[in-house]
């Protein structure tokens, strides 16, 4: 298993150029099943979890080819309906597969994706938005048997804004006759850019962004090269690996009203925050201030993925910070490897209470879930010593060679293979 060495207590200071997010490209592939034709996605992240959907569009009868940063999509040899146990089982948006799958076959066989690090990670509101739509879903033996032969148009109501089940039903709705509408849809900004994926294929969507979606099927898509937005996720990751080492970080390719929540939180600490058409720069204070209280909350609330991050950089700023995390169960589990760190964190249900201290020392620690793996590097850099984070494959997941992009910034932190 392979980890990050990070000797901690340098200043870190240049650019990150950002690709395209994570969370975008992976509903975005899914959809590219739907049209008559291959699609290339341009500035495509080489993530563990991208390359995972791609190989489980390959087991569909697709031949996805990675070259020079655009995954290019083939779908015409699509012959299968049955999702790969194991594939499926290894990411969660595998989940995002049966929209597109009810929608050019009529039938899907998806096994019953597991909980994950951070939560039980139900997909009953999946489930729901696609029976509303008129699927037949026969759950056994953990594995789902979807028929869509009654598939129609129709309203999709969710009691909460799940992302993944939004993107299901925007991707499930497109080649349906008639006009379906998402209520209480999801509007992160990657929804937005399913959106405008769908329509460059030749969709009908709008209202993405807002509450409302509303979906006119089409009787066909064309395939199309399509750029996805940059990650707000590993943008805000770099920003905070500044704020809590200290030093500048700027951000290129981005888009900073993604970020608002993000920098907001920032300035609150003694950042200064400058932003520019797509760029975002940070120069962090002497020592950081606490932010008073963070709450997660989809958007436009903070974004939980950025939940554990900002915690690392709060560990040591001057004064109290409050911590509340409202989307998942349990995504707090990178508390028990900061307090290894000298961190002082109480921890009451969803809520941390983070007393800085002045300076954390190294520590063997555990990457158990992305973002909090992610958070335990940001805390390395900021510590004194030596900080060894096991387990590095999971930030693999959804940052492409996180090391090579802190090096470039100037921090001490290499790979290694673990004892
Ligand atoms: C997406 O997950 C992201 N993943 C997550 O990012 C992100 O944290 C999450 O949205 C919230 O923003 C991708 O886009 C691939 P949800 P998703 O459905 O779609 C509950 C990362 O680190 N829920 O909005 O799974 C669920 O348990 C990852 O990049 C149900 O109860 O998120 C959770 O508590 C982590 N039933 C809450 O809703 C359902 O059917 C939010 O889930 C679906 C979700």
Known sequence: MEGFRVLGGEKIEGEVCLQGAKNAVLPILAAALLPEGGCAIRSCPDIRDVRAMAQILDTLGC?????????????????????????????????????PILAKMRR???????????????????????????????????????????????????????????????????????????????????????????????????????????????????????????????????????AAAGGKVTLLNARPRDLIPVTEKLREMGCRIHTGESTVSLEAPERLRAFSRLRTAPHPGFPTDMQAQMLSAACCAEGTSVIVENVFENRLAHVADLQRMGADIRVSGRTAVVQ????????????????????????????????????????????????????????RIDRVREA
């Open 108 to 242: 899907a066989t998806v096994p019953y994706p597991g909980g994950c690090e951070i939560g039980l990670r139900p997909i009953d509101l999946h489930l729901k938005g696609l029976r509303a739509l008129g699927v037949r879903i026969e759950e056994g033996g953990g594995v789902l048997e979807c028929d869509g032969q009654g598939m129609h148009a129709g309203d999709v109501y969710f009691d909460y804004p799940s992302v993944g089940a939004t993107e299901n039903v925007m991707m499930a709705a497109a080649l349906l006759p008639g006009v379906t509408c998402v209520h209480n849809a999801a509007r992160e900004p990657e929804i937005e850019d399913l959106q405008g994926f769908l329509n460059a294929l030749g969709g009908r969507v709008s209202g993405a962004g807002t509450a409302l979606i509303r979906i006119e099927g089409v009787k066909t898509l064309r395939g199309a090269a399509y750029t996805p937005i940059p990650d707000r996720i590993a943008g805000g990751t770099y920003l905070c690996a500044g």
């Open 356 to 411: 800085g201290v002045r300076e954390l020392h190294g520590a063997r620690v555990t990457a158990r879930d992305l973002r909090g793996g992610a958070a335990l590097v940001i805390a390395g850099l900021a510590a004194r010593g030596e900080t060894l984070v096991e387990n590095a494959g999971i930030i693999d997941r959804g940052y492409a060679r996180m090391e090579d992009t802190l090096r470039r910034l100037g921090a």
């Open 63 to 99: 031949r996805c080819r990675m070259e020079n940063g655009e995954m290019q999509i083939d779908n015409s040899g699509l012959c299968r309906w049955e999702m790969p146990e194991g594939l499926s089982k290894q990411i969660r948006s595998s989940v995002f597969l049966l929209g």
